[in-house]
């Protein structure tokens, strides 16, 4: 009997075979892999992206809200408002609390919770009764703003007087007076530098006048 010739596969073409699946696969999972962290990235921004969004409307609404309060000063005129390049005070007409009446002071600032991690972070307490500075805020919870921040930079947009043209600067210098606008410019821990935001101060210096409600130039509380 004739023993019939049996087709296979040699031990050389099943390792090649073996060796183009293995390369195949690796190419594959390389392509998922990418589309799985391009998603991410996307997802990534579009949420930072949302956040900062939602940050920048609740920062222009507690802006747009300035009150022009002035501290309770029977010498000199002081409204209660300090602004600086890194951080800014001021008194916001919107309650300290949802069970609480009346003005709340506002303290914005970069502070840090760990190495190279910085955030903007928002305080907010109540004025107390003989209110001659922004003390309060000290013992107040923060709030945070914007997570992961580089730096941050505020100006200020007025003058010392109606007369002259206002101007922008990196601190406001005149205690007897309000900027009209407010600009914040944040730079992201990746260094990304986010689109100015400015904020106009709705309610003019007349608000914060007890004693001279027909001028600009108020008067000091008499003791």
Known sequence: MRRLPQAGFTLLEVVLALALLAAMLAMAWSG?????????????????????????????????????MRWKDPMTLRFAFEGESKRLKFVSSRPAGLALGGLALVGLAVESDGPRRNHLVMRRALPDDA????????????????PDVESIEFAYFGSNNDMNDPLWSDAWAYPGRIPLLVRLRVRSADGVVQPDFISRVMLGEEAGCLESAFQRNCRPRRP
């Open 131 to 146: 209110a001659r500075d922004f003390g309060p805020l000290e013992k107040a919870e923060g709030i945070i703003l914007f």
């Open 32 to 68: 998922l892999e990418f589309a799985l962290r391009s998603w991410d990235l996307g997802m990534a921004t579009g949420q930072r992206t949302a956040d900062t969004r939602l940050s920048q409307n609740f920062l222009r609404r507690e802006l747009s809200e300035l009150f022009p």
